[in-house]
């Protein structure tokens, strides 16, 4: 099973609405990071949350994280086309700082107009 | 600022040709530098990972190499490929200083036919 599971694994929202992407770990989290991946490029750094409660906004998407959950729930307020794209956590799996961070499945998000 | 660079953006190959996927980052020094493959359907693996010139780190048993001949250089490589080494490829790196940041390069689609 994965270490890391993102649910929905595809979302479709009419633009204007606003959604919900989780990421729920099966081992303890030390940090966790939100990427987004147009299809067939490479991967934009969009957040990274590393102390339990934290939330971090940027633009209209807001990342929190619960540690004692182990999960992460990325947020997106009044979705527009320029959000759609696949939504990929990636967790720290020591507290050394290894830099070595395994990723999610990933959430593909389509926004329709 | 830096870059990092990956090419050759798409590649088709038989089974049981070699290949070789380059990767080399501008404008910082001594990298880690990271090899990731995202399969369909499949979050992101990690394949390899280099702290340092020749020194690379295996993640998973597989039919591929990785080389680090230059500071910010990193090649995958294989000598004989397999309809499974089919995948979208990412070269990463990160600042080495304990931030895990990745900066992901745009990626290689690679179809073994």
């Given at each position: 099973s994965q270490e890391l599971e993102q649910s929905p694994q595809s979302l479709i929202v009419q633009e204007g609405k606003n959604l919900t992407i989780n990421c729920t770990s099966s081992k303890t989290l030390y940090g966790l990071y939100w990427y987004k991946q147009k299809y067939g490029e490479g991967l934009i750094f969009l957040m990274m949350l590393q102390k339990g409660g934290e939330e971090k906004s940027h633009e209209k998407i807001t990342a929190k994280l619960d540690e004692k959950k182990q999960q992460s729930s990325l947020h997106i307020t009044a979705?527009?086309?320029?959000?759609?794209g696949i939504y990929l956590c990636g967790a720290d799996?020591?507290?050394?700082?290894?830099?070595k961070l395994t990723f999610g499945t990933g959430t593909r998000l389509t926004i329709i107009p | 600022s830096q870059t990092i660079h990956q090419w050759p953006a798409t590649l088709v190959q038989p089974v049981g040709s070699p290949l070789s996927l380059e990767c080399t980052v501008e404008g910082t020094s001594n990298p880690n530098l990271y090899w990731y493959r995202q399969a369909a359907g499949r979050g992101l693996q990690l394949l390899f990972y280099s702290v340092g010139i020749g020194q690379i780190s295996s993640e998973v048993p597989q039919n591929l190499s990785a080389s680090r001949p230059q500071d910010r250089q990193f090649i995958l490589s294989s000598k004989k490929l397999l309809l499974s080494d089919s995948g979208f490829y990412l070269c990463a790196w990160t600042q080495g200083n304990g931030n895990e940041k990745l900066f992901f390069g745009s990626g290689t689609q690679l179809s073994v036919l």
């Open positions: 979705s527009q086309p320029s959000h759609a799996r020591s507290n050394f700082g290894n830099e | -």
